[in-house]
């Protein structure tokens, strides 16, 4: 245990606080909390009851509020109406800095450590142990505590170690151990497996059972139904701002979970219709760049779902940025329905047909700060204007809102910008953008990352709309179950190289692993 | 919850109050202000500002800036001027070869963001000296003095009541109004300043869109050039000093953020409207110039404010 010498004044007193608290008690209740925005009535009557040393999962479409929810709870947002109680008192969180000091912490989706300094000075930033009464830093004794929590949860980084030198998962561990120093009762995890590999999640579920163990409770939000299953001691679930339910464990099984989520039955998360693939519509040849990926030969038909499989880094996204003219090739042939193409920046892929949706959405798929109108009109333009420049806002309207429709974006208006939107929605809206001109080949690159089960499943079904209507898909992605599922032929890559192919009867899950780990 | 494209026309409707407001106390405290002739001479003063602050709204969207308005002032003035001093009667040579030269920095500018990645600020900041240098090397440091006729008549003239230099302003933001909101052209301009990565994988020509809205400012820049000079009868060498400084207050006033991706013409209409009110009034109680200077910084500082104030929400 950590002795009361190595623990500042705050620490402390959450420390006494919570010991006078019987470990299974309640430590957080939210009842009936209510959260308007304008326009929307973003939560009405949900409630939320942690335990002390649980996990407790929360999940919920995107647009659901979770998010919201948690904001309320990490003082960033207030609420409405309702009442929060947290270890037995009634509290109203202000600020982050109260959540902070009640014991309250968050791990966000997207880390924001200072890369430059190291893994130390985050941990104790904005607390750092000062020689009384000077501004000058007790580096010596910083270092150790920080080693000695280092220790404690079993991880083997160096505390002197640049952040920006960390892999994903051990800035997350390191976020984790940062928010117990502050005496955290209660961590919220934002979807923090997302950006893990399998064995790091591992890893992460060991520091959560630590954390148990330490009488720590967590809140972990996500949408890796498997995930939940193995570390949620309950699971509450959150529709439309309203209040689900909550399961205990014994009570947790998928299709329950799915039901409550999305408020109907889901027959199947991935319903592929059989459909027979067509003539090749682009053949790549020897693609090569330097470093990144060679010889690369991809062939994708009419009416195909080309799945490409493998694990993160090995150089999938690179390969169909290049394809794509985002990034530029050294080497190699780009065939369209027989074709000799050259393609050196989006522009000419565009035209020719070929559509690219980003893996990273907000960082090359959306102008976040223009309106859902404009981004999908965005790679249209030509299209929707009279002379070559004078737009044609008639038909841009009406042209957005069908696309808009037929993609089912949930918004309030078109005109709203496109920040306001749920992950979900937003990548309906890239989609609705790369979709209007009717491409030839849509390449996918992580298609349903960070999206609820229901969005997810529409985007499934979409895809099978598309190529049965003659589309050719590239589809990325690091979720096996849905590659196996959607695609008619999957190419696995690994290190830059194309490691294997299957058909869609041959893939199993083990093989295709088996293939992408082939040194 | 709708937020930048809402809390712009919030904006847009604060500054019209603070203009009206702004009009109101000047017009109570002197009974000068509000009479034909002055808000004409308003207009007049502001002309020149207003025409560049509406070329610099294009390059702040596209998330630049464009310090060298000022130097490309004077390089037109003296470009103009000493065509029109040789040869009064070929006004209309003279204000094409101008805005032509003023142009050809402009694109010199867009070069150097597009070709180099030189940041906008830089880019512009030497060609800020370059300009100037070459205004002073072309016309040797002297001005020419203009008697022309014929050239007077778009700085001093008059169509019908409307003062020319006015008329030509109306023009400018007519036109770049249209540009802006009305073309392909201009949605790109939005989408290249509000996420250039997007704005490229979408299929835009980034690298043009910088060339052009800097070539259009360099364009817009030679125009106010040649009104100035006709409006002082002499092509100056060393006029225009700080222009640039007005012309970006007047943006950023009127809500369009440094940043980019977001902005819009009668925000700048309103943000030089509201200098130039001030600056009249101010003159019309006869405050020093140098007050006036510290006025116009508060303003600008209170404008931002205002801005954060109105972006923070929830």
Not at chain 1, 251 to 274: A, F, H, N, Q
Not at chain 1, 402 to 429: P, Y
Not at chain 2, 12 to 23: E, N, R
Not at chain 2, 223 to 246: F, K, T
Request: hydrophobic content about 45%.
């Amino acid at each position: 245990m950590v002795s009361i010498r190595d623990i500042d004044i705050i620490t402390l007193c959450n420390y006494l606080k919570w010991e006078a608290l019987a470990v299974e008690g309640t430590i957080l209740e939210m009842k009936d909390i209510q959260k308007i925005f304008p326009g929307v009535q973003a939560l009405s009557g949900v409630h939320l009851e942690v335990k002390g040393g649980e996990v407790h999962a929360l999940m919920g479409e995107n647009g659901a509020g979770k998010s919201t929810l948690m904001k309320i709870l990490m003082g960033l947002y207030h609420q409405d109406g309702g009442h929060i109680r947290f270890c037995g008192r009634e509290v109203s969180i202000n600020s982050p800095s109260i959540a902070l000091r009640l014991g309250i912490s968050m791990i966000h989706q997207e880390l924001s450590p200072v890369p430059e300094m190291t893994v130390c000075e985050n941990i104790f930033l904005g607390r750092e142990t000062l020689i009384a009464g000077t501004p000058f830093i007790r580096k010596k004794e910083q270092k150790e505590n920080t080693r000695k929590l280092l220790e404690e949860f079993h991880l083997d980084i160096d505390e002197e170690a640049k952040m920006s030198s960390l892999s994903v998962a051990q800035m997350q561990m390191v976020e984790i151990i940062k928010a117990t120093s502050y005496g955290s009762k209660l961590i919220i995890m934002d979807e923090p497996s997302s950006a893990l590999a399998d064995a790091e999640v591992d890893d992460l579920f060991e520091t959560i059972k630590n954390l148990k163990r330490r009488g720590v409770s967590v809140i972990y939000i996500s949408h890796r139904l498997e995930e939940v299953f193995e570390i949620a001691d309950r699971v509450t679930v959150l529709r439309d701002g309203q209040y689900i339910g909550t399961l205990e464990k014994e009570e947790i099984s998928k299709d329950r979970l799915i039901t409550m989520m999305v408020g109907r039955e889901l027959s199947t998360i991935y319903p592929k219709i059989s459909i027979e693939i067509g003539p090749p519509v682009l053949e790549a040849k020897g693609l090569e760049r330097k470093g990144v990926f060679s010889g690369i030969d991809i062939t994708v038909h009419r009416c195909e779902i080309l799945g490409i499989a493998g694990l993160i880094g090995s150089g999938r996204s690179e390969i169909v940025r290049a394809i794509f003219g985002l990034d530029p090739l050294d080497s190699g042939e780009l065939y369209l329905e027989g074709e000799r193409i050259s393609i050196r920046t989006p522009r000419d892929a565009i035209r020719r047909g070929i559509v690219m949706v980003n893996e990273d959405r907000r960082g090359y798929g959306l102008v976040l700060c223009r309106s859902i109108r404009e981004n999908i009109a965005l790679q249209n333009m030509e299209h929707l204007t009279r002379i070559g420049f004078l737009i044609r806002r008639k038909v841009e309207k009406e042209r957005c809102a069908s696309m808009a429709k037929r993609l089912s974006v949930k918004a309030a208006s078109l005109a709203s910008s496109a920040e306001s939107l749920s992950g979900g929605n937003q990548q309906k809206v890239v989609l609705a953008k790369n979709l209007m001109t009717r491409p030839r080949v849509l390449i996918l690159d992580e298609p349903t990352r960070g999206i609820d089960v229901g969005a997810k499943a529409e985007i499934h079904r979409l895809m099978s709309e598309f190529a049965s209507e003659g589309m050719a898909i590239i589809m990325i992605s690091s979720e096996l179950p849905e590659i196996m599922g959607m695609s008619d032929r999957i190419i696995v890559v690994g290190e830059g190289r194309i490691r294997g192919e299957f058909l869609r009867d041959q893939a199993t899950q083990e093989e295709i692993l088996k293939c992408a780990l082939a040194g | 919850m709708t937020k930048s494209v809402n809390t712009e026309l919030i904006r847009k409707y604060g500054l019209l109050l603070v203009l009206v407001v702004m009009v109101g106390i000047m017009s109570s405290v002197s009974k000068y202000f509000f009479t034909v002739t002055n808000i004409f001479d308003i207009l007049r003063q502001v002309s020149i500002n207003g025409i560049l602050a509406i070329g610099m709204t294009f390059v702040i969207i596209t998330g630049g800036i464009d310090l060298s308005v000022g130097s490309l002032v004077a390089v037109s003035g003296v470009i103009c001027g000493s065509i029109v001093f040789n040869n009064p009667n070929s006004v209309f040579f003279g204000i094409i070869a101008s805005v032509l030269v003023s142009g050809v920095f402009g694109f010199l500018n867009g070069f150097l963001v597009k070709q180099f990645r030189v940041p906008g600020f830089i880019a512009t900041l030497a060609m800020m000296t370059i300009a100037r240098g070459f205004a002073l090397v072309y016309s040797d440091g002297r001005p020419y003095v203009l008697t022309s006729k014929s050239f007077k008549v778009i700085g001093q003239g008059y169509l019908g009541f409307i003062p020319v230099p006015v008329c030509i302003l109306i023009l400018v933001i007519v036109l770049m109004a249209a540009i802006l909101y009305q073309t392909k052209f201009g949605r790109y301009v939005y989408a290249v300043g509000g996420n250039s990565n997007a704005a490229k994988a979408s299929g835009i020509n980034v690298g043009f869109i910088f060339l052009a809205v800097y070539t259009l400012n360099g364009l817009i820049a030679g125009l106010a050039g040649v009104v100035l000079a006709s409006r002082i009868s002499s092509g100056q060498p060393a006029i225009g000093v700080s222009y640039e400084l007005d012309a970006i207050a007047a943006v950023v006033i009127g809500g369009t953020s440094l940043t980019g991706g977001v902005g819009r013409i009668a925000g700048t209409v309103l943000g030089f409207l509201i200098i130039g009110v001030i600056n009249n009034g101010l003159n019309l109680l006869n405050v020093s110039s140098y007050y006036q200077q510290i006025v116009k910084g508060v303003i600008i500082v209170g404008a931002v404010i205002l801005d954060q104030a109105s972006k923070k929400r929830a």
